[in-house]
């Protein structure tokens, strides 16, 4: 069974900072991982969507890596603001877009602090 | 592209009452999924449609959980005889189909039950 781990659960840094967010990953084979962002009591909004085939994808400030073989993908956000404060969720797709859906871990609860 | 709409965004109900969400998935999504996310932890998939055939609810909670999609397009999620426990947030996304497609996702509906 497929698992999900982020490290930290929850950081605090001060703004300007840069920071790196974790995700693990069980079972190597994937067919993509996706990071998300959750603002409390809202629903999610896709970050970064990076490909088996894929090692990183770039948007803004943000930065995803992959690597599948060691079951590990990490988010890159330069020069943090008070707006990225949120929750950021990473998941896995195992089967396609079919019928396991993703696998999320719990989150990293992110405030920059001003 | 007006994205994932859900409704309502909040319910509030009595033990024992059933419920009905709504999902309006992009208009040309084929595939739909529901997810149930609890305080602290990420969403866990339910059920996954594609056009109008739910081909995948084994994941649903119990018995007292039903989806439909009945045109291929808006879906509806269903819980009989509500319990304390049911109380979370219910998380609906759409896909082109992955893994070259991402997953979009509504805002949620905001279940408590007292």
């Known amino acids: 069974k497929q698992e999900v781990t982020q490290i930290p659960a929850a950081l605090s840094v001060p703004e300007g900072e840069n920071l790196v967010l974790n995700c693990s990953f069980t079972?190597?084979?994937?067919?993509?991982l996706q990071w998300f962002r959750q603002d409390p009591g809202k629903g999610l909004t896709s970050l970064l969507l990076?490909?088996?085939?894929?090692r990183e994808q770039t948007s803004g400030r943000l930065n995803a890596s992959l690597d599948k073989s060691s079951g590990r993908s990490t988010l890159y956000i330069a020069a943090s603001q008070p707006g990225d404060s949120a929750t950021y969720l990473c998941?896995?797709?195992?089967?396609?877009?079919?019928?396991?859906?993703?696998?999320f871990g719990k989150g990293t609860h992110l405030i920059i602090q001003p | 592209d007006t994205g994932v709409s859900q409704d309502p965004r909040h319910k509030i109900t009595k033990r024992g009452q059933n419920v009905t969400f709504r999902c309006d998935p992009i208009?040309?999504?084929?595939?739909l999924y529901w997810y149930r996310q609890t305080l602290g932890q990420g969403p866990e998939f339910l059920t996954y449609?594609?056009?109008?055939?739910?081909?995948?609810k084994s994941r649903l909670l119990s018995d007292r959980f039903s989806a439909e999609r009945p045109k291929g397009s808006f879906s509806t999620l269903e819980i009989q005889r509500t319990e304390q426990g049911d109380s979370a947030m219910y998380l609906c996304?759409?896909?082109?189909?992955?893994?070259?497609?991402?997953?979009?996702f509504g805002s949620g509906t905001r279940l408590t039950v007292v």
């Open positions: 990076i490909q088996s085939s894929q």
């Open positions: 208009s040309e999504h084929n595939r």
């Open positions: 998941a896995v797709d195992i089967s396609g877009g079919g019928a396991d859906g993703l696998t």
């Open positions: 079972d190597s084979a994937i067919y993509n």
């Open positions: 996304a759409s896909s082109l189909g992955p893994p070259d497609y991402g997953y979009t």
């Open positions: 449609f594609q056009n109008e055939a739910q081909l995948e």
